[in-house]
T-cell receptor, first 112, second 115 residues
Framework: RKEVEQDPGPFNVPEGATVAFNCTYSNSASQSFFWYRQDCRKEPKLLMSVYSSGNEDGRFTAQLNRASQYISLLIRDSKLSDSATYLCVVSLSHPGNTPLVFGKGTRLSVIA | EPEVTQTPSHQVTQMGQEVILRCVPISNHLYFYWYRQILGQKVEFLVSFYNNEISEKSEIFDDQFSVERPDGSNFTLKIRSTKLEDSAMYFC?????????????FGDGTRLSIL
Protein backbone atom coordinates (compact mmCIF):
# COMPACT_ATOMS: atom_id res chain seq x y z
CA ARG A 1 0.00 0.00 0.00
CA LYS A 2 1.45 3.35 -1.05
CA GLU A 3 2.04 5.71 1.86
CA VAL A 4 1.09 8.91 0.05
CA GLU A 5 -1.04 8.77 -3.07
CA GLN A 6 -1.80 11.64 -5.37
CA ASP A 7 -3.95 12.33 -8.39
CA PRO A 8 -2.31 11.04 -11.51
CA GLY A 9 -1.25 13.84 -13.86
CA PRO A 10 -0.65 15.70 -15.92
CA PHE A 11 -3.21 18.47 -15.48
CA ASN A 12 -3.24 20.83 -18.45
CA VAL A 13 -5.21 23.99 -17.70
CA PRO A 14 -5.54 27.44 -19.29
CA GLU A 15 -4.29 30.55 -17.54
CA GLY A 16 -6.82 31.84 -15.04
CA ALA A 17 -8.33 28.42 -14.35
CA THR A 18 -8.89 26.95 -10.92
CA VAL A 19 -7.30 23.57 -10.34
CA ALA A 20 -7.51 21.16 -7.41
CA PHE A 21 -5.13 18.42 -6.35
CA ASN A 22 -6.00 15.61 -3.98
CA CYS A 23 -3.84 13.42 -1.82
CA THR A 24 -4.44 10.56 0.60
CA TYR A 25 -2.04 9.17 3.18
CA SER A 26 -2.05 5.73 4.76
CA ASN A 27 -0.43 6.30 8.16
CA SER A 28 -3.02 7.65 10.60
CA ALA A 29 -0.19 8.65 12.97
CA SER A 30 0.92 11.33 10.51
CA GLN A 31 0.99 14.71 12.18
CA SER A 32 2.60 17.19 9.81
CA PHE A 33 1.44 17.93 6.31
CA PHE A 34 2.88 20.00 3.50
CA TRP A 35 2.62 20.83 -0.14
CA TYR A 36 5.92 21.26 -1.95
CA ARG A 37 6.41 22.16 -5.59
CA GLN A 38 9.19 20.80 -7.74
CA ASP A 39 10.28 22.25 -11.05
CA CYS A 40 11.87 19.93 -13.58
CA ARG A 41 15.18 18.55 -12.22
CA LYS A 42 15.15 21.00 -9.31
CA GLU A 43 14.79 20.63 -5.56
CA PRO A 44 11.44 20.43 -3.78
CA LYS A 45 10.44 23.87 -2.49
CA LEU A 46 7.95 24.38 0.27
CA LEU A 47 4.70 25.82 -1.02
CA MET A 48 2.75 25.72 2.22
CA SER A 49 2.19 23.80 5.41
CA VAL A 50 -1.29 22.36 5.88
CA TYR A 51 -3.15 22.96 9.12
CA SER A 52 -6.15 21.13 10.53
CA SER A 53 -8.39 24.16 10.16
CA GLY A 54 -7.35 24.68 6.55
CA ASN A 55 -5.24 27.59 5.44
CA GLU A 56 -4.85 30.01 2.58
CA ASP A 57 -1.85 31.77 1.11
CA GLY A 58 -2.83 34.12 -1.69
CA ARG A 59 -4.18 32.05 -4.57
CA PHE A 60 -3.42 28.76 -2.77
CA THR A 61 -5.76 27.03 -0.33
CA ALA A 62 -4.94 23.81 1.51
CA GLN A 63 -7.37 21.58 3.38
CA LEU A 64 -6.82 18.62 5.68
CA ASN A 65 -9.34 15.97 6.66
CA ARG A 66 -7.77 13.76 9.30
CA ALA A 67 -10.74 11.40 9.52
CA SER A 68 -10.49 10.62 5.81
CA GLN A 69 -6.69 11.01 5.74
CA TYR A 70 -7.09 13.36 2.84
CA ILE A 71 -5.28 16.56 1.87
CA SER A 72 -6.15 18.95 -0.92
CA LEU A 73 -4.62 21.94 -2.65
CA LEU A 74 -6.63 24.47 -4.62
CA ILE A 75 -4.95 26.94 -6.95
CA ARG A 76 -7.07 29.85 -8.15
CA ASP A 77 -6.35 32.09 -11.14
CA SER A 78 -3.55 29.84 -12.45
CA LYS A 79 -0.42 31.53 -13.80
CA LEU A 80 2.06 30.20 -16.31
CA SER A 81 4.61 30.21 -13.47
CA ASP A 82 2.48 27.70 -11.55
CA SER A 83 3.55 24.99 -14.01
CA ALA A 84 5.42 22.44 -11.89
CA THR A 85 4.98 19.13 -10.10
CA TYR A 86 3.08 19.43 -6.83
CA LEU A 87 4.22 17.08 -4.09
CA CYS A 88 2.02 16.02 -1.20
CA VAL A 89 4.24 15.39 1.84
CA VAL A 90 3.55 14.03 5.32
CA SER A 91 5.58 13.22 8.38
CA LEU A 92 4.87 11.46 11.63
CA SER A 93 5.53 14.02 14.30
CA HIS A 94 5.60 17.63 15.35
CA PRO A 95 7.45 19.81 14.74
CA GLY A 96 8.16 18.05 11.48
CA ASN A 97 11.71 17.03 12.15
CA THR A 98 11.22 13.41 11.24
CA PRO A 99 11.50 11.91 7.77
CA LEU A 100 9.25 13.37 5.16
CA VAL A 101 7.22 10.91 3.12
CA PHE A 102 6.59 12.15 -0.39
CA GLY A 103 3.92 11.38 -2.88
CA LYS A 104 5.01 10.90 -6.45
CA GLY A 105 3.57 14.26 -7.37
CA THR A 106 1.06 15.64 -9.82
CA ARG A 107 2.31 17.59 -12.79
CA LEU A 108 0.55 20.83 -13.68
CA SER A 109 0.94 22.61 -17.00
CA VAL A 110 -0.67 26.02 -17.27
CA ILE A 111 -1.17 27.00 -20.88
CA ALA A 112 -1.42 30.52 -22.31
CA GLU B 1 16.84 34.32 2.66
CA PRO B 2 19.19 31.68 4.12
CA GLU B 3 19.51 28.55 2.05
CA VAL B 4 20.98 25.06 2.02
CA THR B 5 23.90 24.75 -0.38
CA GLN B 6 25.22 21.57 -1.96
CA THR B 7 28.37 20.71 -3.87
CA PRO B 8 29.11 19.53 -6.45
CA SER B 9 26.05 20.14 -8.60
CA HIS B 10 26.96 17.15 -10.78
CA GLN B 11 29.27 14.25 -10.01
CA VAL B 12 30.24 11.59 -12.53
CA THR B 13 31.97 8.54 -11.08
CA GLN B 14 33.01 5.09 -12.19
CA MET B 15 31.17 2.17 -10.62
CA GLY B 16 33.01 0.91 -7.53
CA GLN B 17 34.49 4.30 -6.65
CA GLU B 18 33.72 6.27 -3.51
CA VAL B 19 31.93 9.62 -3.64
CA ILE B 20 31.40 12.31 -1.04
CA LEU B 21 28.51 14.72 -1.42
CA ARG B 22 28.70 17.93 0.55
CA CYS B 23 26.07 20.14 2.10
CA VAL B 24 26.04 23.32 4.14
CA PRO B 25 22.75 23.46 6.04
CA ILE B 26 21.08 26.68 7.15
CA SER B 27 23.20 28.00 9.99
CA ASN B 28 20.76 27.94 12.92
CA HIS B 29 19.18 24.61 11.98
CA LEU B 30 19.78 21.56 14.12
CA TYR B 31 18.34 18.68 12.07
CA PHE B 32 19.90 17.50 8.85
CA TYR B 33 18.70 15.04 6.24
CA TRP B 34 19.64 13.32 3.03
CA TYR B 35 17.07 12.29 0.44
CA ARG B 36 17.46 10.90 -3.02
CA GLN B 37 15.31 10.95 -6.14
CA ILE B 38 15.89 8.47 -8.92
CA LEU B 39 14.87 9.93 -12.27
CA GLY B 40 11.11 9.77 -12.71
CA GLN B 41 10.47 8.51 -9.19
CA LYS B 42 9.47 10.05 -5.89
CA VAL B 43 11.77 11.65 -3.36
CA GLU B 44 12.93 9.05 -0.81
CA PHE B 45 14.31 9.55 2.68
CA LEU B 46 17.79 8.21 3.38
CA VAL B 47 18.91 9.45 6.79
CA SER B 48 18.40 12.10 9.45
CA PHE B 49 21.07 13.47 11.76
CA TYR B 50 20.87 15.36 15.02
CA ASN B 51 23.32 16.14 17.79
CA ASN B 52 26.18 14.50 15.89
CA GLU B 53 24.49 11.17 15.42
CA ILE B 54 22.04 9.43 13.13
CA SER B 55 18.43 9.79 14.36
CA GLU B 56 16.75 7.65 11.75
CA LYS B 57 17.67 5.84 8.57
CA SER B 58 15.73 4.06 5.87
CA GLU B 59 16.32 0.59 4.49
CA ILE B 60 18.06 2.24 1.55
CA PHE B 61 20.76 3.56 3.88
CA ASP B 62 22.82 0.38 4.18
CA ASP B 63 26.50 -0.14 5.05
CA GLN B 64 27.48 1.43 1.75
CA PHE B 65 26.39 4.83 3.08
CA SER B 66 27.69 7.01 5.88
CA VAL B 67 27.15 10.58 7.04
CA GLU B 68 29.36 12.96 8.93
CA ARG B 69 29.41 16.49 10.23
CA PRO B 70 33.16 17.08 10.13
CA ASP B 71 32.97 20.67 11.36
CA GLY B 72 30.41 23.24 12.44
CA SER B 73 29.04 23.90 8.98
CA ASN B 74 29.39 20.93 6.61
CA PHE B 75 27.26 17.79 6.45
CA THR B 76 28.46 15.04 4.15
CA LEU B 77 27.11 11.86 2.60
CA LYS B 78 29.67 9.24 1.61
CA ILE B 79 28.85 6.37 -0.70
CA ARG B 80 31.45 3.62 -0.76
CA SER B 81 31.83 1.35 -3.77
CA THR B 82 29.12 2.99 -5.87
CA LYS B 83 26.72 0.95 -7.95
CA LEU B 84 24.87 1.84 -11.15
CA GLU B 85 21.61 2.05 -9.19
CA ASP B 86 23.05 4.80 -7.00
CA SER B 87 22.59 7.19 -9.93
CA ALA B 88 20.08 9.77 -8.70
CA MET B 89 19.62 13.33 -7.47
CA TYR B 90 20.72 13.61 -3.86
CA PHE B 91 19.12 16.35 -1.81
CA CYS B 92 20.30 17.64 1.54
CA UNK B 93 17.74 19.31 3.80
CA UNK B 94 17.73 20.98 7.18
CA UNK B 95 15.13 22.09 9.69
CA UNK B 96 14.79 23.97 12.92
CA UNK B 97 13.44 22.07 15.88
CA UNK B 98 11.13 24.83 16.97
CA UNK B 99 7.48 25.26 16.22
CA UNK B 100 4.61 23.26 14.89
CA UNK B 101 4.79 21.88 11.38
CA UNK B 102 8.32 23.15 10.91
CA UNK B 103 9.23 22.32 7.31
CA UNK B 104 12.47 21.01 5.91
CA UNK B 105 14.37 23.23 3.49
CA PHE B 106 16.13 21.57 0.59
CA GLY B 107 19.36 22.32 -1.21
CA ASP B 108 19.38 22.32 -4.99
CA GLY B 109 20.83 18.83 -5.12
CA THR B 110 23.77 16.88 -6.49
CA ARG B 111 23.17 14.87 -9.61
CA LEU B 112 25.19 11.66 -9.23
CA SER B 113 25.87 9.67 -12.38
CA ILE B 114 27.53 6.27 -12.02
CA LEU B 115 29.13 4.88 -15.17
Amino acid sequence: RKEVEQDPGPFNVPEGATVAFNCTYSNSASQSFFWYRQDCRKEPKLLMSVYSSGNEDGRFTAQLNRASQYISLLIRDSKLSDSATYLCVVSLSHPGNTPLVFGKGTRLSVIA
Amino acid sequence: EPEVTQTPSHQVTQMGQEVILRCVPISNHLYFYWYRQILGQKVEFLVSFYNNEISEKSEIFDDQFSVERPDGSNFTLKIRSTKLEDSAMYFCASSDNQGYNQPQHFGDGTRLSIL
